[in-house]
C-alpha cells in the first residue's frame, strides 16, 4: 500500500471514530456532576407545572399531558418545577403510591425528552406548617424513596426539598431538617444539584436564615417573589386583605424597589458562593393585564441580569399563563416572560 492511500485510510478510520464518539461523549457529560452555576445557567427561563392537575389521581383526567412539554420548550422555556403534592401519595407506612410513580416517570421523561431541566418540588408546605413531627416523618420517607428511584437519571433533574418552610417549619427547625434530608438525598445521589430555600415561605427576609452547609457545593438556593402583595394578590381569594382590585403597577419608583429588593437575593448569593434560582413569582389574574405583564416582565429581566434562573408561577390555575379550553398561551405574559425578539434568536 503506498503512503497515500495509509494516509487516506488513516483519514477514513479518524474521521468514522469521531462520528461515534461524540454521542457516547454528550451521554457521559449528561450524568456527570454539574457545577450548581453553569446548572442555573442551563436552565435561564422555566415555569410551574402540573401542581393541582387531575392527572395525578387519574392520567385519563389529565388537563397537561406528556406533549406539553414540547409546547413548553418550544414556546422558550428550559426549565420546568414539577409541583409535588406527595403526601397525598402516601400509603399508611407512607410508601409512595406505583400508579402515581408511575404517573411521575411519565412527565419527567417526556420533559427530559425535550431537553428542559425538571425541578422535582415537594410542595407539601402546608401540611409541613402544621406539624414539624409529621413532616419530617413523611419528609424523610419521600426522600428516601424518591432519591434512589432517580439517582441514575441524567444531571438535568434536580431535586427541591420543600417549598416555602413556614409555621411550624420555623427557622431553627428548618435548619436542622433541611440537612437531615439533604443526607438522605446524598446516600444515592453524591453529587445531584439540590435546590433550597430559606424560611419564612422563600420570601427575601428568609435569606439570613439559610445555613446551607458548606461542604456541600451542590446547592441551589431558592427564592419567591411576590413583592408588593397588595399588586400580586389582588382578588385571591385566600388572601381577602387583597380583596381591593384594579391595582396597577409601573411607576418608575416601583421598578426601582423592585430592582433593590431582587438585588438583596444577588448580594446573598454573591456572599455565600451560591447560585440563586427564582422558582416561583407572578401576579393574580384578577389583577390588570397591562400591569401583570410590566410587572410580570421587570421581574423575569431583573432576574436575568443578576444571574438567575426562574420559574413562573404557574402554567395554568390561577396566575394563568397557558389556557388548555383554548390551547392557547396568554400572550402578553408570555412575551412579558419571553420577548418575541428572544424567539427568533432560539
Known amino acids: 500500500m503506498t503512503l497515500s492511500r495509509i494516509f487516506a485510510a488513516a483519514v477514513l478510520l479518524l474521521a468514522s471514530t469521531a462520528g461515534t464518539a461524540a454521542p457516547k461523549a454528550d451521554k457521559a457529560a449528561a450524568f456527570a456532576p454539574i457545577d450548581p452555576f453553569a446548572q442555573v445557567a442551563e436552565m435561564k427561563r422555566g415555569v410551574n407545572v402540573l401542581g393541582y392537575d387531575p392527572v395525578w389521581s387519574d392520567p385519563q383526567k389529565g388537563r397537561f399531558t406528556p406533549a406539553m412539554f414540547k409546547k413548553i420548550h418550544d414556546a422558550g422555556f428550559s426549565n420546568v418545577r414539577v409541583v409535588l403534592q406527595v403526601f397525598?401519595?402516601?400509603?399508611?407506612?407512607?410508601?409512595?403510591d406505583p400508579k402515581w410513580l408511575k404517573?411521575?416517570?411519565?412527565?419527567?421523561?417526556a420533559a427530559l425528552k425535550e431537553g428542559l431541566t425538571v425541578v422535582l418540588d415537594d410542595h407539601d408546605f402546608l401540611k409541613c406548617?402544621?406539624?414539624?413531627?409529621?413532616?419530617?416523618t413523611k419528609m424523610t420517607a419521600i426522600w428516601?424513596?424518591?432519591?434512589?428511584?432517580?439517582?441514575?437519571?441524567?444531571?438535568k433533574l434536580v431535586f427541591e426539598l420543600l417549598n416555602e418552610p413556614n409555621g411550624a417549619i420555623t427557622p431553627e427547625v428548618w435548619i436542622g431538617l433541611s440537612r437531615e434530608l439533604l443526607s438522605v438525598v446524598r446516600q444515592t445521589n453524591p453529587t445531584r444539584n439540590v435546590l433550597i430555600g430559606g424560611?419564612?415561605?422563600?420570601?427575601?427576609?428568609?435569606?439570613?436564615w439559610l445555613k446551607l452547609p458548606e461542604d456541600d457545593r451542590h446547592i441551589i438556593a431558592v427564592v419567591h417573589y411576590y413583592l408588593p402583595r397588595p399588586f400580586t394578590h389582588q382578588g385571591a381569594p385566600w388572601e381577602p386583605v387583597n380583596a381591593q382590585t384594579g391595582v396597577s403597577w409601573g411607576s418608575r419608583s416601583e421598578y426601582q424597589v423592585m430592582e433593590e429588593e431582587l438585588y438583596i437575593a444577588k448580594t446573598w448569593g454573591d456572599a455565600n458562593k451560591r447560585p440563586i434560582y427564582l422558582g416561583e413569582f407572578g401576579a393574580y389574574d384578577k389583577a390588570p393585564m397591562e400591569s401583570r405583564a410590566k410587572w410580570t416582565a421587570a421581574v423575569a429581566r431583573f432576574a436575568e441580569k443578576y444571574g438567575f434562573a426562574w420559574?413562573?408561577?404557574?402554567l395554568d390555575g390561577d396566575f394563568i399563563l397557558y389556557d388548555f379550553k383554548t390551547n392557547s398561551w396568554v400572550e402578553p405574559l408570555l412575551n412579558a416572560l419571553v420577548p418575541p425578539a428572544d424567539k427568533t434568536k432560539q
Open 144 to 155: 428516601s424513596q424518591l432519591a434512589p428511584h432517580f439517582k441514575d437519571a441524567p444531571n
Open 129 to 136: 406548617s402544621e406539624s414539624a413531627e409529621v413532616c419530617r
Open 103 to 109: 404517573t411521575l416517570d411519565t412527565m419527567v421523561d
Open 311 to 314: 420559574a413562573y408561577w404557574q
Open 199 to 208: 424560611p419564612f415561605w422563600n420570601n427575601l427576609e428568609g435569606l439570613p
Open 88 to 96: 397525598d401519595h402516601l400509603d399508611a407506612a407512607n410508601k409512595l
